[in-house]
């Protein structure tokens, strides 16, 4: 069964500084991988999205993340975070459980940007 | 396009009481998902319709919770009696390409039961 792992429920970081979110997950096929973005009273945003093309992927505000097979990782990052990053993050990962193909996602991790 | 609407954004009511959430997918998705999120247990996928027909209702926790899709640009989530442990955000998405593609979140309904 695919699964996904977030390793770090809370992240911390100063403005300006580098941005690492961690993110393993289990599948026994080359799954799809995204990473979504969900500010305060708002709904979910797609941030960045793997399809087994390039193993690094650029999504928007500057985010990218790389995916290791050998590793089955896909961190997230930022060479510089910003205010307005402060936000939950959940990785996801597409699976079939229960008979139907889905998405399953983490469990969050929540960032804290600090001027 | 405006996105995935939902409605109401805010709800209150007390134990017992109807509740009925609404969405409207974007223009041409053919796939629409209604998931609850919790801090305890996350986000959770309740149902997923395509084109208007409910595929995998395995996730509605009980037979108080129903959904349905009467045509391609509506559907509804109604809760009857709705119960303290039912307090939640409320998320519709939809898909033009499967349910493990890129799914488009409204901007939820949050629910509280008293």
């Known amino acids: 069964a695919q699964s996904v792992t977030q390793l770090d429920s809370h992240v911390s970081v100063s403005e300006g500084t580098p941005v690492l979110l961690r993110c393993n997950y289990s599948?026994?096929?080359?799954?799809?991988l995204f990473w979504y973005v969900q500010h305060p009273n708002k709904g979910l945003q797609l941030l960045l999205k793997y399809t087994s093309a390039a193993t690094l992927v650029k999504g928007i505000n500057g985010f990218e993340a790389e995916f290791k097979k050998s590793e089955t990782s896909f961190h997230l990052t930022k060479p510089s975070a910003h205010m307005s990053d402060a936000a939950e993050y959940f990785c996801?990962?597409?699976?079939?459980?229960?008979?139907?193909?889905?998405?399953?996602f983490g469990a969050g991790t929540r960032l804290a940007v600090h001027p | 396009d405006a996105g995935v609407i939902q409605s109401p954004r805010h709800e209150v009511t007390e134990m017992g009481q109807e509740v009925t959430l609404r969405c409207k997918p974007i223009?041409?998705?053919?796939?629409l998902f209604w998931y609850r999120q919790t801090m305890m247990r996350g986000l959770e996928l309740l149902i997923y319709?395509?084109?208007?027909?409910?595929?995998?209702d395995s996730g509605m926790p009980e037979d108080r919770f129903s959904a349905k899709m009467p045509n391609a640009s509506f559907s509804t989530l109604k809760i009857q009696p709705s119960e303290p442990r039912d307090s939640a955000v409320y998320f519709c998405?939809?898909?033009?390409?499967?349910?493990?593609?890129?799914?488009?979140f409204g901007p939820g309904t949050r629910l509280t039961v008293l």
């Open positions: 319709f395509n084109n208007n027909v409910p595929i995998d």
């Open positions: 223009s041409g998705h053919d796939y």
């Open positions: 996801v990962v597409s699976g079939f459980s229960g008979g139907y193909n889905k998405l399953i």
């Open positions: 998405a939809s898909s033009s390409s499967g349910p493990t593609d890129t799914q488009y």
């Open positions: 599948s026994s096929y080359s799954p799809s």
